[in-house]
């Protein structure tokens, strides 16, 4: 059984754990603006609920918007991030139980679209990979190591089974074809398709990006936080195709 960090249960990580981001964004599948649990029983330490919407311009801990952090009794900290204004259930020094719900999901701080930012703190204050809590196990009491290894990019959080890949994106590139063209942003680091292809000198207007998306089979684009995401990760892996 895994352990779901939203009341929906139809976990998508959009953003993955990595050097430069660590922590993982998660979205309901259905995309709904879906309630956030805790992850474990603790003590909630923060609690910043006045935010009323996104800053991309934000620094320090403004860029986590309305935010909720809570001392687990496991020594982690569990900080949950960018919740929808006035959402917040729980209030400083209250003690919550495993599955209680802090919040709503929501775009506040410096956040493209609505998520939940979900860092992990170790006892030690390492960030480490959150995967590691929502794959803990009921009636296990630690994880080894070997499960925060090899995360994909994109995986459903499904309610009977361990974290499965979504199925790739089919890219359609043909090692045949030396005439096409890729745009490649391998060094960006943040989560904006806009200011992504704004960095390699690429127009970034809504229409472009519907070429862009139809001509690397991303359909029926409308520029939802999840097809910009797919976008994205093709950019940053130099599989673009340029139009």
Known sequence: MVT???????????????????????????????????????????????????????????????????????????????????????????????????????????????????????????????IISLNTQVNENRVTEKQNENIPTSQNLNQNNHTKQIPKQEENISSSNTQTEYLNANNYKHGSIVDALKSIGINSSYSYRKKLAQANNIKNYHGSYFQNIQMLNLLKQGKLKKV
């Open 4 to 130: 779901h960090v939203l009341e929906s249960m139809n976990e998508i990580i959009t953003n993955e754990y990595d050097t430069n981001h660590k922590a993982l964004d998660i979205v309901a599948s259905d995309r709904s603006e879906t309630n956030i649990l805790a992850l474990e029983n603790g003590t909630v330490t923060t609690v910043v609920n006045h935010i009323k919407g996104p800053n991309h311009k934000s620094k320090g801990l403004d860029t986590y918007g309305n935010y909720v952090k809570i001392k687990q009794n496991n020594g982690k900290t569990a900080l949950y991030a960018h919740m929808k204004y006035d959402s917040i259930k729980v209030s400083k020094g209250q003690y919550v139980e495993k599955g209680s719900v802090i919040g709503t999901i929501g775009e506040t701080g410096n956040a493209y679209g609505k998520h939940l930012h979900l860092e992990i703190h170790a006892s030690d204050n390492i960030k480490e990979n959150p």
